[in-house]
């Protein structure tokens, strides 16, 4: 996708796929066929993190929110696949745009106050990245979570460690972010953000606490561009395509990937 | 010049706000209130008292609440979300342009103290660019309303009317004088005063001002044709180029700066459609400063004494 756009996310998108895949495929309560922005009667998951499409789209497209061929529009002109998440073209399964970072956290905020008003026993998820979190917004709406009791709010933050300009810890240090959100009052769990086994039980542990009055924070731990190997672990590919020879060589060292569309 | 109007009694703007929230909450469930700890200035108390669990308090956290009210909003709530208008609209531009206006959330921005005339607070508190920031952005409709009744009614009007709203009003007490029972048509400019020789648009409560200009003017032979342009965006472009073909000669006023303001809407229309003489009663280019709303009004030349001169000026350039 990445490679026929031209531009786009890899990085992060490889960071966050297996726990995003793990989510909707295993833990979501959602439905292509009964989705509605207004989201009655089933979980919502919010991108906050917008630049993270080309997983995003990738993974709603193989849930059937649209057909697979359309991710081949990515990125192109009169697209509803826009580079960041939009509503205009009404693509499915994309409640809110994103992309000008630090707004969905507080997004899926009202979104779960509307669910408890409405006595919906569905789930508000967000993802969010770790240098987004440089955002002073997303400690706003870590405060008003707590406050208001946000206990059916499940965030999840990609903690890959690195931004677009380098390394998180020595751009804008983030510090124990574990730390952090459980100062701000959330319940807090630090995963290993690639393995399955793990990323399910931190969806069953944020579940079990619903009731306590407690918004959820899952710190995914992950890697940049994980399972590319010119890709992971550095910054170097946050916004980057890469061309048609390393694309080739990504694919193939993703024994476990679909093949591209 | 046949039209009379009362002033029933000088009345805040930000009370008629009050005023509509509650009655219009009364009416639809869905409707909701968030502000970010200026509630009595917002005059959201009784609403508040009414409906607890409808009201948010946000703390002072705007980008939050702006964020929250869009999650309200998609989630199919009518929230309506308060504070100063600074704070609601330069502070959180960019939440307000994602998260709002390109989302195309049900949002109404409820914007007190806007302008100069909050008074003594200064500056730091005031605007003049609001117009022109929320004007810009697509899908926003932008509402200023002239006096307490109008005020009431463009709340109850925005409460029925889907997509984003922007409504504008002040802290100090202005004359009350539209009908109480006046029903708000968004978009629909109103002539107030039938004329022949200069057009005066106004907004806000230089709407008022702009009446006793037309009183003045009308002793010395001048016949002005007033219209309210309560609601800025999206603008009522046959009311205004009807009335300029008529007359020939436009003074605009508002208390707003020159830049982004009505006063170059209407002119950027007339420009394409209909060239003629402009004259502007706004504020060119400046910040304000602390003082008593009637000092400022002075001081700013957003009076009518301003309006009257203006239209001097715009007349012999017909």
């Known amino acids: 996708m990445v490679n026929m756009a031209g531009s786009g996310h890899p990085g992060g998108s490889l960071s966050s796929t297996d726990f995003l895949t793990a989510l909707f495929f295993y833990e979501l309560n959602h439905d292509p066929k009964k989705w509605t922005r207004e989201g009655k009667g089933l979980d919502m998951f919010f991108l906050s993190a917008g630049h993270l499409t080309p997983v995003y789209y990738s993974i709603l497209a193989r849930s059937g929110y649209f057909p697979i061929q359309e991710l081949a529009e990515f990125r192109k002109l009169g697209s509803r696949l826009q580079g960041h998440p939009s509503v205009e073209r009404g693509l499915p399964g994309i409640h809110i745009a994103s992309g000008s970072l630090g707004q969905g956290l507080s997004v899926a905020g009202g979104a779960a106050i509307a669910k408890r008003l409405n006595a919906d026993k569905n789930f508000v998820y967000v993802l969010i990245g770790d240098g987004e979190s440089e955002e002073g917004q997303i400690w706003e709406a870590a405060l008003f979570a707590a406050q208001k009791k946000l206990d059916h709010l499940i965030v999840m933050t990609d903690w890959n460690g690195q931004q677009i300009d380098g390394p998180v810890s020595s751009i804008l240090n983030l510090g124990d972010l574990d730390a952090k959100w459980r100062a701000f009052g959330w319940d807090c769990l630090v995963v290993d953000g690639h393995n399955m086994e793990a990323i399910l039980n931190s969806f069953k542990w944020a579940k079990a606490g619903v009731g306590n009055g407690k918004p959820k924070m899952l710190l995914m731990k992950t890697e940049m561009g994980k399972g590319v190997d010119f890709m992971q672990g550095t910054n170097q590919w946050h916004g980057k395509a890469p061309n048609n020879e390393q694309t080739d060589r990504a694919l193939s060292q993703l024994k476990e990937t679909l093949g591209d569309f | ?318």
């Open chain 2, 1 to 318: 010049m046949n039209e009379i109007f009362t002033n029933t009694g000088n009345k805040d703007t930000r009370s008629g706000f009050g005023a509509g929230l509650l009655e219009a909450g009364r009416k639809n469930p869905d409707i909701m209130a968030l502000c970010a700890d200026l509630t009595g200035s917002l005059k959201m108390d009784e609403f508040a008292k009414e409906f607890p669990d409808r009201f948010i308090q946000c703390g002072i956290a705007e980008a939050n609440m702006i964020g929250t009210a869009a999650g309200l909003a998609l989630s199919g709530k009518i929230p309506f979300a308060g504070s100063f208008a600074n704070f609601l609209t330069g502070r959180v531009y960019d939440q307000v342009r994602q998260s709002v206006a390109y989302s195309d959330t049900n949002v109404k921005l409820c914007a007190s103290h806007a302008g100069i005339t909050l008074g003594e607070d200064g500056a730091t508190h005031q605007i003049m660019e609001d117009i022109g920031l929320m004007r810009m952005l697509p899908n926003l409709t932008v509402i200023n309303s002239c006096d307490y009744n109008q005020t009431k009614a463009a709340t109850i009007a925005m409460a029925d009317y889907p997509g984003p709203v922007y409504l504008r009003f002040g802290r100090p007490s202005v004359p009350n004088f539209t009908p109480a029972d006046q029903k708000f048509e968004i978009g629909k400019a109103l002539r107030m005063i039938e004329g022949k020789d200069v057009t005066i648009f106004a907004t806000g409560h230089l709407v008022w001002e702009s009446i006793v200009a037309a009183q003045e003017l009308e002793k010395i032979g001048i016949s002005v044709e007033l219209i309210n342009i309560h609601t800025i965006k999206p603008l009522d472009i046959k009311t205004v180029i009807e009335s300029v073909a008529k007359t020939g000669a436009v003074v605009c006023a508002e208390e707003h700066l020159i830049a982004g303001g009505m006063g170059e809407l209407v002119s950027g229309l007339l420009a394409r459609k209909l060239p003629s003489p402009v004259e502007f009663v706004a504020v060119d280019d400046m910040f304000g400063q602390s003082g008593l709303p009637s000092e400022l009004l002075k001081e700013y030349r957003l009076d009518s004494g301003s309006i009257v001169e203006a239209v001097k000026r715009v007349i012999v350039r017909k």
